[in-house]
């Protein structure tokens, strides 16, 4: 048995002001360069600093970002005799992702055994299957994030438990299952019919499976509509 933890570090994040130093600056450089109608037209979204829904210090980047963490396990059993052998083996993998919500999870089961059931005759069948499962964050096709690698909203914009929920992926009203399952194998008869003749033949195998179930509640989609 063999395993480790370790993690994957979130990216640097960019400098930006939030709340109220967001706020006197933008209203510094309004005033220093707007023009005198731009002046007198200022967004109530700017200057209503008493109003809940304008004055909040939303981190978009420290709300969605995080450490992720990895996680690898793996375990292993054998036996060998002479005229059997076998080897059960199992890998599991999960990865967190730095958005959060988003996660990936790998479990690889092998087998392997080998058998000679009779004098110049080995059987071999080695069996691998993969099970991938994958958490793709709000669960919606569509990108429905409200900012870009390169343009953040205001942190004056509230964000409600509904909206967060959607954004970190925890909306138990949505489903998404995504799963890959992949079958190989390869059998293989090996028969010694004289010392300097020998018969081989082999059979592989390779099975894949993809299916991703999706249901978009009213709470994550634009129209209101499942």
Same mark, same amino acid.
């Given at each position: 048995v063999s395993s480790y933890v370790g993690i994957s570090t979130r990216p640097a994040m960019k400098a930006v002001l939030v709340g109220r130093e967001e706020r006197r600056l933008k209203m510094a450089l309004l005033l220093a360069g707007g023009s005198y109608t731009q002046r007198g037209n200022v967004s109530q979204f700017l200057t209503d600093s008493l109003n809940p829904a304008f004055n909040n210090n939303t981190d978009w980047q420290g709300l969605f /970002?995080?450490? =992720?963490? &990895?996680? *690898?396990?793996?375990?292993? &059993?054998? +036996?060998? $005799?002479?005229? #059997? =052998?076998?080897? &059960? +083996?199992? *890998? @599991?993998?999960? $990865?967190?992702?730095?958005? @959060?919500?988003? @996660? /990936?999870?790998?479990? *690889?089961?092998?087998? #392997?055994? +080998? =058998?000679?059931?009779?004098?110049?005759?080995?059987?071999?069948?080695?069996? #691998?299957l993969g099970i991938t499962k994958a958490l793709h964050g709000p669960g919606n096709i569509n990108q429905i994030y409200p900012f870009t690698v390169s343009n953040f909203p205001s942190s004056f914009w509230n964000i409600d438990e509904q909206a967060r929920k959607n954004y970190e992926g925890r909306n138990d009203k949505v489903r998404d299952d995504d799963r890959t399952t992949s079958l190989n194998g390869n059998t293989r008869l090996i028969i010694n019919v004289l010392p300097s003749l020998v018969f081989t033949t082999s059979l592989s195998y390779n099975f894949g499976f993809s299916r991703r179930d999706y249901l978009l509640h009213r709470s994550i989609t634009n129209n209101n509509r499942s």
């Open positions: /970002l995080r450490d =992720a963490i &990895i996680q *690898n396990t793996d375990l292993s &059993i054998g +036996s060998a $005799e002479e005229k #059997f =052998a076998y080897r &059960i +083996s199992l *890998n @599991r993998y999960q $990865e967190d992702g730095i958005m @959060r919500g988003y @996660r /990936l999870t790998r479990m *690889n089961p092998r087998l #392997f055994i +080998s =058998a000679k059931p009779y004098k110049g005759v080995e059987l071999t069948t080695d069996i #691998f």
